[in-house]
Structure formats: C-alpha cells, structure tokens
C-alpha cells in the first residue's frame, strides 16, 4: 500500500511487537468486547437450561422432626378399659392410658419423625415451545455477539488503516528531510560559489525545517492512535506495533456480494423464526396442562409411656394425574394470538425490506469503491508525472540555473500533496472494503487476505514498528 515509486524498505525493531493478525486473534477474545460478548452467551446458555429444566419432574424432600411434652394436669382419666375423656371440657389431650401392676403409668415426652419424598413433573404446550423460544433466543444471541464481533473487527481495521497513512506519511517525510539536508548543502555550496542567492539558502533550510516539523506531528500522533488501538483491543498499550503495507491490489468484491450469510439479515429471519413459533404457541395454549404427582413418606415415633417400649412404623405412598385447563381468560388467550399474528407479518416484511436494504447497499459501496480505485490510479499517475518533474526542474536549477528555487521547491510540495493524497486514498480503499466484506458477512475471508499479505510484507522486510513510548 504504501509503494508508488517514492518508499523505501527498512527493518523491523527487535522489541516484542504485534503483527495485525496477532492484534485482531487476541482482540477477539481478550478485549472488552470480546468479553462481554462471551458473558452474553453464558447467560443465553443458561437461560436455555433453565427452560429444559422445567421439563424436568421436581423432586422434594422433607423430614420434620417433632418433640413432643405431655403434661399430666391436663389429662383426664378413664378406665383402663374404655377410657372417657368427653366428661371434662376443658381436657386439651386424650391419650389412652396404660395400667401397670394397678399403677397408671403417665404417657412421657415424645420424639416423632416424618419423612417425606415427594415429585411432579407438569406437561404442558407452553412449557415445551418455551424451550423452542430459548433455543432460539440463544441463536439470536450468537448472531448479536457475530455483530458485535464484526463491529470489533471494523474499529481495528480503521485504527490500523491510520497507522498506514500515518507510517506511509512518516515515511515520505523522512525522505523529504534527507533530500532537503542534502539541497541545503548543494545550495550552500552554489552560494560559496556565487551561483545562488542567500534567499535560495533561506529557502531551503525552510523545507529542511518544514521536513523536521512534519516528522515530529506525525510522531506525536502516533502514540494516540496506538492507545486508542490497545484500547479497541484490549492488547497492553506499551506494547509495540508492527505496521505493515498491505499492497494495492485489495479485492474489493466486484460488482456484488453473496449476502447470504449477512448478520443483520440472519438476525431478521431468526425473529422471523421466533415469531413464527410465538403464533403456534399461542395457539397450542388453548390445550389442557397435565401434571403427574407421587410421594413416598415414612413415619416414626419413640417409646409412648414409660413402662410400656412400642414402637409403630408405617409407609404412605401415592401416584396420581391433574389435568387443568382454562375454560375463560377474558379473551386474553384470543388477544396474545392475534398479536402474535400481527407481529409475525411485520417481521415479514422487515426481512424483506432487510434483503433489499442489504442490496442497496452494498451496489452502493461497489460504485464507491469503483470511484477510489479510479481516483487511485489517477493519483498514481499523478504521483508520477510530479516526481518527473521534480527531476527535471532540480536539474534546470542545478545544472544551468535555467529555473528558480523556488520553482523546485513548489514542484517538490506538490508531489508531497500527490503522495498524501494516495495515501489517504488507499486507506480509504481499505475502510470502504472492510465495511462491504464485513456487512456481508464475509469479514474473515477479508482477513485471511490481509494477514496473508502482512505475513507476506514482513518476510521482506517491509514493515516500520512503532512505539507509543
């Protein structure tokens, strides 16, 4: 990207650095966004899990423990017969007596155990659509995070496409300042001589100045822009970057792209799905709910008087069916079917205006890109028409003085306008393709390409690492 006869190749630093590729692989899962997307998955799991679980029977157990005192003034007594306590209407306890050797023999303090297990498990319509409904949401859910995925993607393309302008320009510059150093000596020499004017030497420690001035801008930007990368994607914002070019032959996708696998359009027609399955639930909601119930106890208590040891178990256990069903809900039922049909061909129609919108679009930034690829090669030739006439008025100067100073330093602003412009046209090559790629759905076709071509650049040595230190 950044070669159009005017740069140069240079090696790279030998501190840690971050190529692109390892800047978006790390960013997808150690950045901000990256994180919270993960998050939001794992709440969409569980959400899922929650809706199975309720298909699931519910197993309770329980186990009560009861200590009972018994106090003996608040007993009447019968026979050891038959026992009558209805005589005293103010008896709260009746327990029968036991006779022991002619003595009556109290009833004592009791300890009584009851252990329960219990289970349902209700079957009904909405219980199982709900886990249809969450099933769906959690694929929504994924779509969201491909979005925000896509999103991440674009942010760090953008930010590395500023660091090539900025790295392109910084190159230009470096040489703008070598040539100036060295015009400044040649002038300097042809003043000594009597061929050029103070003014001339004026003048060309101006574009030295000028050179110098750009360079130290353009270096003091650059720790901004590598913050606001670390800070996209979440990489250390002390950590070196190497930036690399990444050629000017960027498939930009022709006339048109498959839209098939486009996040926003997967994302209508899951609503499209979801609404689709709220209308068959609303419908199903009308059938009974069948709820199928079983419990198993066990019961216990210790010794009942104190000269008498006995102890009773017994066992209870039921299995049973419960069929219920809404007979009149104030036409509540009638309302949310209705709504859900409504709804459904409104979503309809917004995934086929989202199919149209999508086409649009994307013939919209294939003309666009059409535009900056001619704009491209017109810079190009621009570029070049420049540097030979940045040749050309040098050696009138020098060589017969046939054409002022000033006329050589306008030519050589001008090709540094040309080159800038070039720059910012292929970084805006580079942004628009990004955007056409990832809005189809295709991002990481677009990447394998760049990583490719940066792996490609940096066995050839053609890449600058930058620092924000």
């Not at 150690?30 to 199975?52: F, W, Y």
Request: charged share 25%.
């Amino acid at each position: 990207m950044w070669t159009v006869g005017f740069l140069m190749t240079f090696s790279t630093s030998a501190s840690a650095q971050s190529s692109f590729e390892e800047i978006v692989r790390d960013a997808r899962t150690d950045s901000p966004t990256a994180q919270m997307s993960a998050a939001d998955l794992d709440i969409a799991r569980h959400r899922k899990g929650r809706s199975v679980a309720r298909l699931m029977p519910q197993i309770n157990l329980s186990d009560t423990q009861t200590y009972r005192v018994n106090n003996p003034d608040r007993y009447s007594f019968g026979s050891d017969e038959e026992p009558d306590c209805e005589d005293d209407p103010t008896n709260i306890f009746c327990l029968p007596l036991a006779i022991t050797d002619g003595q009556i023999t109290l009833p004592e303090n009791t300890l009584s155990n009851i252990l329960s297990l219990s289970g349902t498990l209700p079957i009904s319509s909405g219980s199982i659509t709900n886990v249809m409904q969450q099933n769906l949401s959690k694929q929504k859910t994924q779509v969201q995070v491909d979005a925000q995925d896509e999103r991440l993607v674009q942010d760090l393309i953008n930010q590395y496409a500023e660091l090539q302008y900025s790295v392109g320009a910084l190159i230009m510059y470096e040489e703008s300042l070598m040539l100036a150093e060295e015009t400044l000596r040649a002038v300097e020499g042809r003043r000594d001589a009597g061929e050029a004017t103070a003014l001339d030497v004026d003048q060309a420690q101006l574009d030295v100045d000028q050179a110098a001035l750009s360079i130290a801008q353009i270096e003091r930007s650059l720790p901004n822009t590598l913050d606001q990368l670390a800070l996209t994607s979440g990489r250390p914002a002390e950590q070196d970057v190497r930036v690399c070019p990444f050629s000017d032959n960027i498939d930009t996708g022709g006339e048109s792209l498959d839209l098939a696998r486009a996040t926003s359009l997967e994302s209508v027609e899951l609503d499209l799905r979801m609404d689709t399955l709220d209308r068959t639930s609303a419908r199903l909601d009308i059938l009974p709910t069948l709820t199928f119930i079983g419990s198993l106890s066990y019961s216990g208590n210790g010794e009942d008087f104190q000269s008498l040891s006995d102890s009773f178990i017994y066992d209870n256990w039921y299995v049973g069916a419960n069929l219920s069903m809404t007979l009149f809900d104030g036409l509540n039922r009638h309302h949310v079917r209705r709504e859900a049909v409504a709804s459904l061909e409104k979503t309809e129609i917004e995934v086929e205006t989202e199919r149209r919108s999508l086409a649009l679009e994307d013939q919209k930034m294939a003309l666009d890109l059409r535009d900056v690829a001619e704009d491209l090669d017109l810079s190009a030739r621009a570029v070049s028409l420049q540097e030979r006439e940045v040749t050309a008025s040098r050696s009138l100067y020098f060589d017969g003085g046939a054409t002022t100073f000033d006329m050589y330093t306008q030519s050589r602003s001008m090709l540094e306008q040309f080159r800038l412009q070039y720059l910012g046209l292929q970084r805006q090559q580079l942004q628009l393709t990004a955007q056409r790629w990832i809005k189809a759905g295709q991002g990481d076709a677009l990447l394998e390409t760049l990583f490719a071509r940066e792996r490609a650049h940096a066995a050839a040595i053609q890449c600058r690492t930058v620092s924000s230190q």
